[in-house]
């Protein structure tokens, strides 16, 4: 069963790049033909789908934070990241990476998360 | 974007009751409709997927229905871990999804 796990910094200045990783295991992001997603949850809010990425690279994004993301893949460890740059208070929140469930399609709906991690934007 | 009404946003019951939750999208969405459980300091787990079926290890006592606007997800008996945050998310307007504003479903 594939297993995801966020990393990186709790805390980002204002103006400052957010950056996470998401490794995953007992899966390969590399031969393995799903999507995945970046999700963020402001505190005691509702959810935002952020983006996603295809194993084959390709990504597509949520036009609201377009501008200001991006998603790559690690296949060398297994990891997929999330950039989102020019960051303000409002981006505080709880980020999770999350993989589609439907192979070879994005079907938009979201069998395996991650734990989560809050990222609190503040000088 | 399509935006996802939730009602009620928050629900008192009691063990052993049965409970519905809808979800109104602001145009049709066929039947792309998820539901998803989250507890405190949890992720989200996925329960219902295309508006009535049930994802692999859920209870039955969880159910979906509904088309186009309307959706409600119902749980009968309610159990003591059911407690815990409900929320739809659309997935026909991929990848533009979007999720409900949620509904706690707290003990009486």
């Known amino acids: 069963q594939v297993q995801l796990q966020e990393s990186g910094p709790g805390l980002v200045k204002p103006s400052q790049t957010l950056s996470l990783t998401c490794t995953v295991s007992g899966g390969s992001i590399s031969s393995d033909p799903y999507y995945w997603s970046w999700i963020r949850q402001h505190p005691g809010k509702g959810l935002e789908w952020i983006g996603y990425?295809?194993?084959?690279?390709?990504?597509f994004y949520n036009p609201s934070l377009q501008s200001r993301i991006s998603i790559s893949l690690d296949t060398s460890k297994n990891q997929f990241s999330l950039k989102l740059k020019s960051v303000t208070a409002a981006d505080t929140a709880v980020y999770y990476c999350a993989r589609d469930f439907q192979e070879g399609a994005a079907a938009g709906t979201f069998d395996s998360w991650g734990q989560g991690t809050l990222v609190t934007v503040s000088s | 974007d399509i935006q996802m009404t939730q009602s009620p946003s928050s629900l008192s019951a009691s063990v052993g009751d049965r409970v519905t939750i809808t979800c109104r999208a602001s145009?049709?969405?066929?039947?792309?409709l998820n539901w998803y459980q989250q507890k405190p300091g949890q992720a989200p787990k996925l329960l219902i997927y295309d508006t009535s079926s049930l994802y692999s290890g859920v209870p039955s006592r969880f159910s979906g229905s509904g088309s186009g606007t309307d959706f409600t997800l119902t749980i009968d008996s309610l159990q003591p871990e059911d407690f815990a945050i409900y929320f739809c998310q659309q997935s026909y307007n991929t990848p533009r999804i979007t999720f409900g504003q949620g509904t706690r479903l707290e003990i009486k």
């Open positions: 145009q049709t969405i066929s039947n792309s």
């Open positions: 990425i295809y194993y084959s690279g390709n990504t």
